[in-house]
């Protein structure tokens, strides 16, 4: 009966684990990767250390070492590079023409046609089912629909 409650529990931390992977963004499942194996490596000549055969996990080290160091440093930069600022946080109250502009990018005075292609290109990359945020989406919505009444 253990072995079976064990069982549960263990799928059941496995699927979050799964429903957790699923949202993540490839540069941090990348450098996940990398800091597994890095551990690998260290449990790889904890353990070689242990058992006496200390000839082993130096060669372990100056074999693998190099290599899992090159992957750390390149999922670390692909991560630094696709960290993106944090948009502000939303404020209160109506928003003015000129905040509605420069929402969309464009200059005071736009014609309709601006409008809606700015909104279309920037509603692309900002989209919530595009990875973009629901905060930033909104805000696009909005100078769209005070600049077009």
Do not use: C
């Amino acid at each position: 009966m253990i072995f079976l409650l064990l069982g549960g529990l263990a799928l059941g931390v496995l699927m979050a684990a799964l429903g957790a992977f699923s949202q993540a963004q490839v540069a941090t499942i990348k450098q996940f990767g990398a800091w597994m194996a890095t551990l690998g490596l260290l449990v790889l000549v904890v353990l070689l250390f242990l058992t006496g055969r200390v000839s082993g996990g130096i060669g372990a080290l100056v074999i693998f070492g190099p290599i899992v160091w090159g992957w750390l440093r390149r999922a670390d930069s692909a991560l630094l590079r696709r960290a993106a600022p944090r948009p502000a946080p939303p404020r209160r109250g109506a928003m003015s023409r000129a905040e509605a502009y420069a929402v969309l990018g464009l200059a005071a005075g736009a014609s309709e046609a601006d409008i809606r292609a700015a909104h279309r290109r920037l509603m692309r990359a900002a989209h919530p089912d595009a990875g973009g945020s629901d905060w930033l989406a909104a805000r696009i919505n909005q100078a769209r629909d005070l600049l077009l009444g």
